[in-house]
């Protein structure tokens, strides 16, 4: 539902109704080839997609539009290239009858069951147990690239750079230094003094007052103000927005925006005063004061808190 509002907000739609396929993917990729968002909504439609991993069924790869695939390398480097070949060996050994199989004559058969002793369920154990290790490995690899990375940046404090915004959360945007590919938090206190609404289908931040808008692929320039070894972040301060779009008039909503924020009234372009801290945000968007210098303080989830407290 996300990723259709996402695209009907930008004019796009994906066919397929509740059961898009393949083709449904690469019509709509075709289709904005051109566009200069083409980019951004490619990054949306890959985060659409579950997560692959190892089973014992054969579901096809959705990605490749292939009915049958199967995922190992040769020489082995993992397990699960491992039990790929020991299953074409059985086979190779065996005296089962397959289509486009090639034997060695020379070779004793064997039986399959001595040769490849796995039944489908421990197939499946052992699929979910690699899937698991292999999501580890990954995440102590990118931990690891991103020590190396703030490493790198802890001399260049003070310097600025361009980027991409790569996410964006109630809480900041994520943006992703060009050529470096380096990725740090503008938090929300460092936008332009605003009140700002997550609009998590449309992966963007909107202000309330001021009516800018922040969204998934936008280019910054940034200035790198804070790096922290120890927890591998990185912080930015917002220096200027290069193609973001620009701010609405009055703060006035946009067409198409949640249903939950058409009730709420804007703060207006003039003579607005400002809101109560004790009052909450309109239903459909979580709003986040922005002004002032980013922290690096976390709390227990790892989000940044989105307000400061002023001193009295």
Same mark, same amino acid.
């Given at each position: ?8 907000? !930008? ?10 396929? *393949? ?7 075709? %289709? ?14 890959? %985060? ?9 069924? $054969?579901?096809? +790869? ?16 993992? &397990? ?15 005296? @089962?009858?397959?289509?486009?199989? !090639? ?14 002793? &796995? #039944?489908?369920?421990?197939?499946? $154990?052992?699929?979910? +147990? ?15 690239? $991103? ?22 959360? /109630? ?6 230094? $060009? ?15 605003? &009140? =700002? =609404? +997550? ?9 309330? @007052?001021? #009516?800018?808008?922040? %969204? ?21 301060? !917002? ?16 067409? /198409?925006?949640?249903? #939950? ?9 003039? /003579?607005?005063? @400002? ?8 239903? /459909? ?5 922005? #002004?002032?210098? *980013? ?8 989000? @940044?808190?989105? %307000? ?5």
């Amino acid at each position: 539902m996300a990723l259709r509002e996402f695209l009907g907000e !930008l004019g796009l739609a994906l066919s397929g109704g509740d059961d898009p396929q *393949p083709e449904d993917y690469q019509r709509l990729l075709k %289709r904005v080839a051109e566009r200069s968002d083409a980019a951004v909504i490619q990054t949306v439609l890959l %985060r659409s997609m579950r997560q692959a991993m190892y089973q014992c069924e $054969n579901d096809g +790869h959705f990605g490749l539009a292939f009915d049958a695939y199967t995922h190992f390398t040769s020489p082995i480097r993992r &397990y699960a290239d491992l039990m790929v070949h020991r299953a074409i060996r059985g086979l190779l050994r065996s005296k @089962r009858r397959v289509a486009h199989l !090639l034997r060695l004559s020379a070779k004793r058969p064997v039986e399959l069951a001595v040769s490849y002793p &796995y #039944g489908d369920s421990q197939v499946d $154990n052992i699929g979910q +147990h690699i899937s698991t290790t292999e999501r580890r490995a990954d995440e102590a690899t990118r931990d690891v690239a $991103n020590w190396l990375k703030c490493e790198y940046l802890v001399d260049h404090v003070g310097d600025e750079f361009e980027g991409v915004v790569s996410a964006v959360t /109630g809480f900041g945007l994520f943006v992703m230094l $060009n050529e470096l590919f380096v990725e740090g938090l503008i938090h929300v206190t460092g936008l332009p003094k605003d &009140y =700002y =609404y +997550h609009e998590q289908a449309q992966h963007r931040m909107v202000g309330e @007052r001021t #009516g800018q808008v922040f %969204r998934l692929g936008d280019t910054l320039r940034v200035k790198v103000v804070r790096v922290d070894l120890d927890e591998r972040k990185v912080d930015f301060e !917002l220096i200027e927005s290069l193609s973001s779009a620009p701010p609405r008039s009055g703060g006035q909503p946009r067409k /198409g925006r949640s249903d #939950g924020n058409k009730g709420s009234k804007p703060a207006g372009s003039s /003579g607005a005063k @400002r809101r109560p801290r004790n009052k909450k945000p309109a239903a /459909g968007g979580n709003a986040t004061k922005g #002004g002032g210098a *980013p922290t690096a303080k976390t709390d227990e989830g790892g989000k @940044r808190p989105a %307000r400061r407290r002023r001193r009295k």
